[in-house]
């Protein structure tokens, strides 16, 4: 899991400063917007749509900050359940941090997919966390080719379809 670390730090960043930006910003567009109401402006329809853009956009940059640094204490979390839980159960996973399994599933996605979590899948037909280490290779005893498995479990070859464990 240390080849992460890299991308764990620019996502923990790049949150907080969205997440600053976005109240730094919210914070002027409220104090020059309230310039605005009381300095009586002749383009008061402009301004107000203008106003609006800029709330939308503090919003909008909050709102990812919140979420890329939830993402990443939400990785730390599963991350140090998981050196310890040989298991690798979702349920397990979900019943440990008190979450439903499908709010489980959809933060893994989004560490897949924001490339936090590398080597690593979901396996929905045993409900398992699956790590690429996990895999272990076997030399099939018809063909000969090199198949990856999980350990334990059996499977066809890739190539012949001789079954193989
Ligand atoms: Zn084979």
Known sequence: MEQSKPIVTFYKIFGTFCLVAGIICNILFGAISFEMITDDVDDSFGSFIEMCIGFIICMILIGVGKTYISMVSDFKIYMSWLAVNKTRSI??????????????ISNLNQMISSKILKGVYIDMETNQIIFSDDYIT????????????????????????????
Do not use: F, W
């Open 91 to 104: 349920k397990k996973l979900a019943d440990g941090m008190g979450l439903t399994q499908e709010i489980i």
């Open 138 to 165: 076997v030399e099939c005893r018809s063909c000969g080719a090199v198949n990856k498995i999980k350990p334990g479990i059996g499977t066809k070859c890739e190539h012949c379809g001789t079954y193989i464990k």
